[in-house]
């Protein structure tokens, strides 16, 4: 399992957003509880999975899956 975990100020320096902009905004409505992040034993630290999180920051802007626009500007994947 050759995964790089990250913590948030990590993660704001690759991709340019502020680490409070990650916790608060993209953390639970763009990234997904253990498939972009993880809470190692169960702990209030939170480790974002670059891997993952890479891919999806180069995905088409225009989505080929089918989703469902939700309120909030969030979207129901499914």
């Known amino acids: 399992m050759d995964q790089t975990l990250l913590t948030s100020r990590e993660l704001a320096?690759?991709?340019?957003?502020?680490?409070?902009y990650i916790n608060s905004t993209l953390r639970d409505s763009v990234f997904i509880e253990g498939k972009h992040y993880i809470r190692p034993f169960?702990?209030?630290?939170?480790?974002?999975?670059?891997?993952?999180i890479k891919a999806d920051l180069y995905k088409s802007a225009c989505r080929n899956a089918v989703y469902i626009p939700m309120a909030g500007g969030r979207v129901?994947?499914?």
């Open 13 to 20: 320096s690759r991709i340019k957003f502020s680490a409070n």
């Open 76 to 78: 129901c994947n499914g």
């Open 42 to 52: 169960n702990g209030r630290k939170i480790l974002y999975i670059w891997e993952v």
